[in-house]
């Protein structure tokens, strides 16, 4: 597994490098071609607590979590976790579901940092919107830990939102 670690106005020293890599190192056991994956670990301070996310982007499949603790170190602990739950939790379904010829997510993050004029937007992601059917979509917004997931529907070719209401059911809104 290939891992990029870096600091958002920290640096990154040689024993926390070491460390996220060892913990990282036990979720190749779960993926095919460790090798040919990478996975991005960001450290921030916003406060006195260390924020730490780290995203694995797979074939058919983001994993993604992220933890605010006063240290580095447990935060880094707790995230191995809660990925190793996200794949354990899911992996039924991914077996199940057989999405093996998927394409692979092209995910384009731009951080914005925002102007005097303009304070609302924080953060823009361009995302290139992947044919799947309602059920993958679902699968992918709560792997994500998300409450909504844009994709294109694979039988209108349609680009479609997926959301989870507050009863805890989903509803989907249509793009015309």
Do not use: C, W
């Not at 916003?46 to 170190?73: G, M, Q, S």
């Not at 976790?81 to 731009?110: G, M, P, S, V, W």
């Not at 953060?123 to 993958?136: N, S, Y």
């Amino acid at each position: 597994m290939n891992i990029s670690i870096r600091g958002s106005k920290l640096e990154i020293t040689e024993a926390m490098k070491e460390y996220a890599t060892e913990k990282l190192k036990k979720l190749e056991k779960y993926v095919e071609n460790p090798e040919n994956v990478n996975a991005t670990v960001i450290v921030k301070i916003p406060n006195r607590l260390h924020k730490v996310e780290i995203t694995i982007p797979l074939k058919t499949i983001i994993l993604r979590a992220e933890e605010e603790k006063e240290d580095f170190y447990s935060a880094i602990d707790i995230l191995i976790d809660k990925l190793e739950r996200q794949i354990r939790k899911n992996k039924t379904r991914l077996q199940t579901k057989k999405i093996k010829e998927a394409k692979e997510f092209a995910f384009d993050y731009i951080a914005s940092i925002p102007e005097e004029e303009d304070k609302k937007v924080l953060k823009r992601k361009k995302i290139e919107a992947k044919p799947m059917d309602e059920e993958e979509a679902i699968l992918q917004m709560e792997l994500l830990g998300h409450q909504f997931y844009l994709y294109k529907d694979i039988q209108t070719n349609q680009i479609m939102v997926v959301y989870k209401r507050k009863d805890g059911n989903y509803g989907i809104i249509e793009a015309e």
